[in-house]
């Protein structure tokens, strides 16, 4: 390719999903302990193309079609691993990889604890998840708590192109069983240049997506969109909030969180995960253990209801959008502490 | 090298069943329930089964339904499994089941509700225990097993004629244990139920050789060690046969069968698939060669019990249940938002309170802008 293609080649502004392909293809091209499958993968590309063309530039011993089995899947994963592959293995949705539950908890993520070190699991199980695409039933979950809770798993969220390859990348070179969960409404929403050179975005670490002093927004894929919109709004009324996307879910970089606190003293968490036990409750927790002090208002939660992601009539009043994180803003910047409490008897 | 000297421990065989060929031409005689009654019934629900199809895949094109699952090519399962069961029977069905939804009593208006994203949908008039439309895979293969538990368990307690639960499935679900699992207890607990697989050659885009290496679905039923018949999938006398002859047996305490239909997918997978992506043009126009409506038709005509002018006015008649349907799916008034808690328990615990509240207020917010 003379420089110039490449160049144009590297700054075609890629989508998120588009974002994923290439990072596996990269993975595949330079490492050939990688193996990728899972259910219509290979032909069909995947049922959001995820996986388009990879087959047939890497082979159906590279990229394997797999029977419809959730269990298969994440068992053999554990096996490959084992013996040195990296398995990345994709579930259709996020809400069919609980066949696999079993093995993903009960192996997967304590190999190598189990075995002291001898044995280990790098695995990627990659899933698309969340709602707001229409889907029938069972096709927008958003259960990242569930997985998050199980000592020994990394759990991964992108919320742009560049932050999905490059942290597909570190998912998959990682020593230990990472859930990369792929925030599907965002899967083709935006565009931006991904330059295809490899390189990893670190895990365990939080992005700050955007700099202020007044608030801390933090949140997590997809609605990072909507986030991320209520604070140009914020700043139109001339509140400056800052915006961190954690990116790994589990586990939590709270460290820029507080730093960010430190400045802002007030914050919201979002996520559009039910409520009770979501993650919310995790940061929230966190924040009163280690900066209590720094906090003028209770950490705000805003999130989906602690009900069944309900069928696509019901979808928009479920998912949090911006008029509810600027409620939950609101609610933040306006907390005063009663003045009867302070200096006490 | 020493050869031990083998010994034969078991056999199996595995039957096909037909009695239209491709033609529509009679094989064997046809069994005495199918009547000239009885048959063109059947081309009349089958009819009606692809023109919901067809045009709840309309429907969501112009973006007024979501995701559809056609069941183009596949009405003779549908309609032959959904008229074999009795009322009291319990249908436990996957999600392509247009055809033995009508069959079962479900109103078309509730079959576009579901697939329009209303959750009222499923929550049918007329089948009353029968269970919902299941999305994963398989899991509705064990349910049915503990339905038919409790279908024998209330027999044995009551002396009530025993009813059978009849679980349906692609042949994609019996990659899943789930399916394994159902028909090894069903075998050991002699339950009284029928697996009905509908074999439409694709799992989306995996094929049914890229799906299993057995050389039938049926043969699965032998490790369970219980009977097992393939059918002709496109021949609803062939399929009405063998689930009526399944239920006869289950309902007599004989225990469990699996039953293999024979068919093809004849649409995409859903209407987010492409189908065209993963097989051939050539394969999917050689398949519309055998399909059921026509192989019907071409009978009933020959035997003279059809006609154009019987055609036409049942086209008129359909298409006005058709209209009618879905001018009362389209004058159902859209559920409020508070719904979502309305089901969630059979009393809303207090510490829901707040959240039903918020949502309701914004809600009426919403709706005041
Ligand atoms: C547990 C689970 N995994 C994946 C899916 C996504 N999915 C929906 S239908 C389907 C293929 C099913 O094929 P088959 O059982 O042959 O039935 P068909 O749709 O062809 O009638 C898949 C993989 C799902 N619904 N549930």
Same mark, same amino acid.
């Given at each position: 390719?003379?420089?110039?293609?490449?160049?144009?080649?590297?700054?075609?502004?890629?989508?998120? #999903?588009?974002?994923?392909?290439?990072?596996?293809?990269?993975?595949?091209?330079?490492?050939?302990?990688?193996? #990728?499958?899972?259910?219509?993968?290979?032909?069909?590309?995947?049922?959001?193309?995820?996986?388009?063309?990879?087959?047939?530039?890497?082979?159906?011993?590279?990229?394997?079609?797999?029977?419809?089995?959730?269990?298969?899947?994440?068992?053999?994963?554990?096996?490959?691993?084992?013996?040195?592959?990296?398995?990345?293995?994709?579930?259709?949705?996020?809400?069919?990889?609980?066949?696999?539950?079993?093995?993903?908890?009960?192996?997967?993520?304590?190999?190598?604890?189990?075995?002291?070190?001898?044995? @280990?699991?790098?695995?990627?199980?990659?899933?698309?998840?969340?709602?707001?695409?229409?889907?029938?039933?069972?096709?927008?979950?958003?259960?990242?708590?569930?997985?998050?809770?199980?000592?020994?798993?990394?759990?991964?969220?992108?919320?742009?192109?560049?932050?999905?390859?490059?942290?597909?990348?570190?998912?998959?070179?990682?020593?230990?069983?990472?859930?990369?969960?792929?925030?599907?409404?965002?899967?083709?929403?935006?565009?931006?240049?991904?330059?295809?050179?490899?390189?990893?975005?670190?895990?365990?670490?939080?992005?700050?997506?955007?700099?202020?002093?007044?608030?801390?927004?933090?949140?997590?894929?997809? @609605? #990072?969109?909507?986030?991320?919109?209520?604070?140009?709004?914020?700043? @139109?009324?001339?509140?400056?909030?800052?915006?961190?996307?954690?990116?790994?879910?589990?586990?939590?970089?709270?460290?820029?969180?507080?730093?960010?606190?430190?400045?802002?003293?007030?914050?919201?968490?979002?996520?559009?995960?039910?409520?009770?036990?979501?993650?919310?409750?995790?940061?929230?927790?966190?924040?009163?253990?280690?900066?209590?002090?720094?906090?003028?208002?209770?950490?705000?939660? #805003?999130?989906?209801?602690?009900?069944?992601?309900?069928?696509?009539?019901?979808?928009?009043?479920?998912?949090?959008?911006?008029?509810?994180?600027?409620?939950?803003?609101?609610?933040?910047?306006?907390?005063?502490?009663?003045?009867?409490?302070?200096?006490?008897? | 090298?020493?050869?031990? *000297?083998? +010994?034969?421990?078991?056999?199996?065989?595995?039957?096909?069943?037909?009695?239209?060929?491709?033609?529509?031409?009679?094989?064997?005689?046809?069994?005495?329930?199918?009547?000239?009654?009885?048959?063109?019934?059947?081309?009349?629900?089958?009819?009606?089964?692809?023109?919901?199809?067809?045009? $709840?895949? !309309?429907?969501?094109?112009?973006? *007024?339904?979501?995701?559809?699952?056609?069941?183009?090519?596949?009405?003779?399962? %549908?309609?032959?499994?959904?008229?074999?069961? =009795?009322?009291?029977?319990?249908?436990?069905?996957?999600?392509?089941?247009?055809?033995?939804?009508?069959?079962?009593?479900?109103?078309?208006?509730?079959?576009?509700?579901?697939?329009?994203?209303?959750?009222?949908?499923?929550?049918?008039?007329?089948?009353? !225990?029968?269970?919902?439309?299941?999305?994963?895979?398989?899991?509705?293969?064990?349910?049915?097993?503990?339905?038919?538990?409790?279908?024998?368990?209330?027999?044995?307690?009551?002396?009530?004629?025993?009813?059978? $639960?009849?679980?349906?499935?692609?042949?994609?679900?019996?990659?899943?244990?789930?399916?394994?699992?159902?028909?090894?207890?069903?075998?050991?607990?002699?339950?009284? =139920?029928?697996?009905?697989?509908?074999?439409? +050659?694709?799992?989306?885009?995996?094929?049914?050789?890229?799906?299993?290496?057995?050389?039938?679905?049926?043969?699965?039923?032998?490790?369970?060690?219980?009977?097992?018949?393939?059918?002709?999938?496109?021949?609803?006398?062939?399929? &009405?046969? $063998?689930?009526?002859?399944?239920?006869?047996?289950?309902?007599? %305490?004989? %225990?469990?069968?699996?039953? /293999?239909?024979?068919?093809?997918?004849?649409?995409?997978?859903?209407?987010?698939?492409?189908?065209?992506?993963?097989?051939?043009?050539?394969?999917? /126009?050689?398949?519309?060669?055998?399909?059921?409506? !026509?192989?019907?038709?071409?009978?009933?005509?020959?035997?003279?019990?059809?006609?154009?002018?019987?055609?036409?006015?049942?086209?008129?008649?359909?298409?006005?249940?058709? /209209?009618?349907?879905?001018?009362?799916?389209?004058?159902?008034?859209?559920?409020?938002?508070?719904?979502?808690?309305?089901?969630?328990?059979?009393?809303?615990? &207090?510490?829901?309170?707040? +959240?039903?509240?918020?949502?309701?207020?914004?809600?009426?917010?919403?709706?005041?802008?």
């Amino acid at each position: 390719m003379s420089e110039q293609a490449q160049t144009a080649q590297e700054h075609r502004p890629i989508t998120l #999903v588009e974002a994923v392909t290439q990072a596996l293809a990269y993975a595949l091209k330079n490492d050939p302990e990688v193996v #990728v499958f899972g259910q219509d993968i290979g032909a069909n590309g995947g049922v959001f193309r995820a996986t388009d063309g990879l087959q047939k530039t890497f082979g159906a011993d590279r990229v394997l079609d797999t029977p419809l089995a959730e269990t298969m899947i994440a068992g053999i994963a554990v096996g490959m691993a084992t013996q040195g592959l990296k398995p990345v293995a994709e579930f259709q949705f996020m809400g069919f990889i609980y066949p696999g539950l079993d093995h993903i908890l009960s192996h997967a993520a304590r190999m190598r604890n189990r075995t002291r070190g001898r044995l @280990s699991c790098p695995i990627v199980y990659r899933a698309p998840y969340g709602g707001g695409i229409h889907a029938p039933e069972h096709h927008s979950e958003s259960t990242e708590a569930l997985f998050a809770h199980i000592p020994g798993l990394r759990v991964v969220v992108p919320s742009s192109p560049a932050r999905a390859y490059g942290l597909l990348l570190a998912a998959i070179a990682d020593p230990d069983p990472v859930l990369f969960l792929e925030p599907k409404r965002i899967y083709r929403a935006a565009r931006q240049p991904v330059p295809d050179n490899g390189e990893a975005l670190p895990l365990d670490s939080a992005f700050v997506l955007r700099e202020g002093t007044d608030l801390t927004l933090i949140a997590w894929g997809a @609605s #990072v969109k909507e986030t991320l919109a209520a604070a140009d709004l914020l700043a @139109s009324h001339g509140i400056e909030a800052e915006v961190i996307d954690p990116a790994t879910l589990k586990p939590l970089d709270i460290h820029s969180i507080i730093d960010s606190l430190e400045k802002t003293r007030r914050c919201v968490v979002v996520h559009e995960a039910a409520r009770f036990g979501g993650l919310g409750a995790e940061i929230a927790a966190q924040i009163q253990e280690y900066a209590f002090d720094l906090l003028d208002a209770p950490v705000q939660r #805003v999130t989906g209801y602690d009900t069944v992601m309900p069928y696509y009539q019901l979808e928009n009043t479920y998912l949090p959008g911006v008029e509810r994180i600027l409620a939950g803003a609101r609610a933040a910047l306006d907390y005063v502490r009663d003045p009867g409490r302070e200096g006490g008897q | 090298m020493h050869k031990p *000297r083998l +010994q034969l421990q078991t056999s199996f065989d595995i039957a096909h069943l037909q009695f239209l060929d491709k033609q529509g031409q009679a094989t064997q005689p046809l069994p005495d329930f199918a009547t000239p009654d009885w048959l063109t019934y059947c081309l009349r629900q089958m009819q009606l089964a692809r023109m919901v199809d067809d045009r $709840a895949v !309309k429907l969501q094109r112009t973006g *007024r339904l979501g995701t559809y699952p056609s069941t183009l090519g596949q009405e003779a399962i %549908g309609i032959a499994t959904g008229n074999a069961l =009795m009322a009291e029977d319990i249908y436990c069905p996957y999600y392509r089941e247009t055809g033995a939804f009508l069959e079962r009593g479900v109103l078309i208006e509730e079959i576009l509700a579901n697939w329009g994203g209303d959750e009222r949908g499923q929550n049918f008039q007329h089948p009353r !225990k029968d269970l919902p439309i299941c999305v994963p895979i398989a899991t509705q293969m064990l349910h049915a097993a503990g339905v038919a538990f409790a279908l024998k368990y209330r027999h044995q307690q009551s002396n009530q004629p025993l009813q059978v $639960a009849v679980a349906s499935s692609g042949e994609g679900a019996t990659s899943k244990g789930d399916f394994y699992e159902a028909m090894n207890l069903a075998g050991v607990w002699k339950l009284p =139920m029928v697996f009905v697989v509908n074999n439409n +050659q694709w799992a989306i885009s995996v094929s049914r050789i890229a799906q299993t290496a057995t050389q039938t679905i049926a043969q699965k039923a032998i490790a369970a060690g219980i009977p097992a018949l393939q059918v002709d999938g496109n021949d609803i006398v062939a399929v &009405a046969w $063998a689930v009526r002859d399944a239920m006869q047996r289950a309902r007599s %305490g004989e %225990g469990p069968a699996l039953i /293999e239909a024979l068919s093809y997918r004849l649409c995409d997978h859903t209407t987010a698939d492409d189908a065209s992506r993963y097989r051939s043009a050539q394969e999917l /126009e050689q398949a519309w060669q055998w399909e059921p409506i !026509k192989r019907l038709d071409s009978y009933l005509r020959a035997q003279d019990l059809w006609s154009d002018a019987k055609q036409q006015d049942m086209e008129r008649e359909l298409a006005q249940v058709m /209209e009618s349907a879905l001018n009362n799916w389209e004058s159902r008034t859209p559920e409020p938002a508070t719904a979502i808690f309305d089901h969630l328990y059979a009393q809303l615990p &207090a510490a829901f309170y707040e +959240q039903y509240d918020q949502l309701r207020d914004e809600q009426a917010g919403a709706e005041r802008e």
